[in-house]
């Protein structure tokens, strides 16, 4: 079974500041995806970015890039130029790269980002 | 595109009724659909997968007697929460999978949130 581990249940930057979230996960599996998602108040879950386990380049979205180290297990979430609007909670995610396959979410860590 | 609407956004049922939620795909056709259910500041926790025309599959420890699940068509998807009960509140969440898009886009619906008093 796959497991996804965040350990930052909290962090807090300030506007136009960078942050990174942290993600670990174990799997057996050599081909999978890799998500973030974001929760904001709303509580509606948006998808922020996606990495292909095979595709060696880290995958970046305007101000949102990942740190994908694939031996060492870890997926990383950079957020550049902090804006309010990224207050939320953010779930790393995990699917296999087979049909059928189903998410599993980490923990989450929340985010807040002060002016 | 990939719009996922839940109805309704917000519920209050008295114990021991029943309480449908609906989630449909608006401009797409889900092969599959997925409902979970998410405690305060805490993860998602998925209950079931649906495929349209097949009985759902349930996690471990979720009663399918309990929480009736029916995926009627490629676009709607149904939870009926029987017999409720108040450790039933909680806010449901349901997700899409995009026949067209492969096997990784997946699109969450707003949420129910379910008040059983």
């Known amino acids: 079974a796959q497991t996804v581990t965040q350990s930052q249940p909290e962090m807090s930057v300030q506007e136009a500041e960078t942050v990174t979230l942290s993600c670990t996960y174990d799997?057996?599996?050599?081909?999978?995806?890799l998500f973030w998602y974001k929760q904001p108040p709303s509580r509606q879950m948006i998808l922020v970015i996606r990495?292909?386990?095979?595709?060696?380049q880290n995958a970046t979205e305007n101000r949102f890039s990942v740190n994908f180290q694939k031996a060492a297990k870890s997926f990383s979430l950079k957020i550049s130029d902090s804006q309010l609007g990224d207050t939320a909670m953010y779930f790393c995610?995990?699917?296999?790269?087979?049909?059928?396959?189903?998410?599993?979410f980490g923990k989450g860590t929340m985010l807040l980002v002060s002016p | 595109g990939a719009v996922v609407s839940q109805h309704p956004s917000w519920v209050i049922c008295k114990s021991g009724t029943s309480v449908k939620i609906e989630c449909r795909s608006l401009?797409?056709?889900?092969?599959?659909m997925f409902w979970y259910r998410q405690f305060p500041k805490q993860s998602l926790m998925l209950m079931a997968t649906?495929?349209?025309?097949?009985?759902?599959?349930?996690e471990q420890g979720v009663e399918k007697d309990k929480f009736l699940i029916n995926h009627a068509s490629l676009t709607l998807s149904t939870l009926t929460v029987t017999s409720a009960h108040p450790e039933d509140s909680s806010f449901y969440i349901c997700?899409?999978?995009?026949?067209?898009?492969?096997?990784?886009?997946?699109?969450f619906g707003p949420g129910t949130r379910l008040t059983v008093t």
């Open positions: 649906s495929n349209e025309g097949s009985k759902a599959t349930y």
């Open positions: 799997t057996s599996e050599n081909n999978y995806y």
């Open positions: 990495q292909e386990a095979y595709k060696q």
């Open positions: 997700s899409a999978r995009n026949r067209d898009k492969g096997t990784y886009e997946q699109y």
């Open positions: 995610a995990f699917m296999k790269h087979v049909g059928h396959s189903t998410l599993t």
């Open positions: 401009d797409f056709q889900a092969t599959t």
